[in-house]
């Protein structure tokens, strides 16, 4: 009897040690980031983001929810099917074939505005995975320093459209969101296009 005993107690401190380490494991394991986390993390203290909000605002509801509205923004607007980049100006998706095409839209556009009466609406939609998208960002931040009385004019807000790669289009863009929230949105995101695109 006491064998059977000895038995049930040895199967039962097994288990008992099998689960405590299983729970060790989950714990110890549900503090650490991916390898993809990581990097726009290690991007983030690059650009001397405070790092425990970046993690915040990466990991919240909150961002995910923004970046997920703006993906459904524009896929409503384009009928549903996502490529990237789309471009708006002033709400109205122009038919342009080349970044001069844009820029003399953006000109015209920019004519039109009376003193102090607001701005030309320059909404660029991207996913840091798409190399046209980088070219663009490159492209209007060149635009933007070598023509600063036009884009005193425009008004130009980066969004996203996250659809290309299922592991690190989103939290490309919902890292970007969190770079907004200090304030470091363009400086982080062209770091991440360039991280991403720069040495192909």
């Keep these: 009897m006491n064998q059977a005993l000895n038995s049930k107690v040895i199967i039962f401190a097994t288990i008992l040690i099998g689960a405590v380490f299983l729970a060790v494991l989950i714990v110890s394991q549900s503090g650490k980031l991916s390898r993809n986390e990581q990097t726009v993390v290690d991007l983030a203290v690059r650009l001397e983001l405070n790092k425990d909000q970046f993690l915040a605002d990466l990991k919240s509801e909150e961002t995910k929810n923004k970046v997920n509205s703006q993906k ?3 896929l409503a607007r384009i009928g549903g099917t996502p490529s990237t980049p789309q471009i708006f100006v002033n709400g109205v998706r122009p038919n342009l074939k080349t970044f001069d095409e844009l820029e003399t839209l953006l000109t015209t556009e920019a004519e039109k505005i009376v003193e102090g009466e607001g701005k030309v609406l320059l909404e660029v939609f991207s996913d840091y995975n798409c190399s046209a ?9 060149s635009l933007k320093e070598t023509n600063t009385e036009l884009f005193s004019k425009v008004d130009w807000q980066q969004k996203s459209l996250p659809f290309l790669n299922p592991n690190t289009s989103q939290l490309y863009a919902q890292a970007a969101e969190a770079a907004r929230n200090q304030n470091k949105f363009f400086e982080y995101s062209n770091a ?9």
Excluded: K, P, Q, R
Excluded at 133 to 141: D, F, I, K, R, V
Excluded at 192 to 200: G, K, Q, V, Y
């Design 192 to 200: 991440l296009f360039n991280m991403l695109h720069a040495s192909l």
């Design 133 to 141: 998208c980088y070219t663009l960002e490159g492209y209007l931040n």
């Design 72 to 74: 459904n923004d524009v």
